[in-house]
C-alpha cells in the first residue's frame, strides 16, 4: 500500500471515530437534564516537546453533580526542518460536584503528523537538502490528569500532564479556557 493511500485511510479512521463519538454524546445530551456550553482555549507546552494548542471545549453537566468536557484541538511547532501537527479528542473529568475547578482527569485521542530530518532534533536552523526529510503518522493514546483554576467567572488556567503512547512518552500543559 503506498504511502498516500495509507494517510487517507487513517485521516478517514480519524474521522469517522470522531463522528461517531460526537453522536453518541449528542444523544447523552438529549437523554439527561441541562444544557452544553461552548468555550475556546488555548494551551502552551515549553517542557518536554514544544507545541501551541487551540481548540473548542464542549462542557455537560450531568444529573446535577457531575462536569465532563469534551475538547476538539489542533497542535502544531515549526522550526527549520521540523514540523510537528497533530489533531485530537480530550475527554474530561472533573472531581468536584457542579465544578469546573480542581482536580480533574482526561484521556486523549488522536493522531499527529511530525516531518523532520535526522539532525532538526540537534541543528537550529533549514536543511537545503530535503532528501533526508522523514515523514510520519504517529497514534496519540494518553491518560492524565491535572489542576483548574478559577480566574474568573467563566474562564479558567489549567496545568496538566500526560502519559501514554505518543511521540514522547508525557507531556506539561499550561492553558488558558474562557
Not at 17 to 34: H, T
Not at 43 to 72: D, H, W, Y
Amino acid at each position: 500500500m503506498c504511502g498516500k493511500m495509507k494517510t487517507t485511510l487513517i485521516i478517514l479512521l480519524f474521522i469517522f471515530v470522531s463522528v461517531s463519538l460526537l453522536a453518541d454524546e449528542i444523544s447523552l445530551i438529549e437523554k439527561n437534564i441541562g444544557n452544553y456550553k461552548i468555550d475556546k482555549f488555548i494551551a502552551v507546552s515549553l517542557l518536554i516537546l514544544p507545541r501551541v494548542c487551540i481548540g473548542i471545549i464542549k462542557t455537560k453537566q450531568f444529573n446535577e453533580k457531575l462536569m465532563v468536557e469534551s475538547t476538539f484541538y489542533f497542535h502544531v511547532f515549526i522550526k527549520g526542518t521540523y514540523k510537528h501537527f497533530g489533531i485530537g479528542v480530550q475527554g474530561t473529568q472533573f472531581f468536584r460536584k457542579n465544578r469546573r475547578d480542581g482536580f480533574y482527569m482526561h484521556i486523549n485521542t488522536g493522531f499527529e503528523y511530525l516531518e523532520h530530518d535526522d539532525f532538526s532534533f540537534i541543528i537550529v536552523g533549514y536543511n537545503d537538502d530535503n532528501d533526508d526529510i522523514e515523514k510520519s503518522f504517529l497514534p496519540n493514546i494518553s491518560v492524565g490528569s491535572g489542576y483548574s483554576f478559577r480566574v474568573s467567572r467563566e474562564s479558567y488556567l489549567r496545568l496538566n500532564m500526560d502519559i501514554g503512547m505518543k511521540l514522547l512518552i508525557s507531556n506539561i500543559y499550561l492553558s488558558f479556557v474562557w
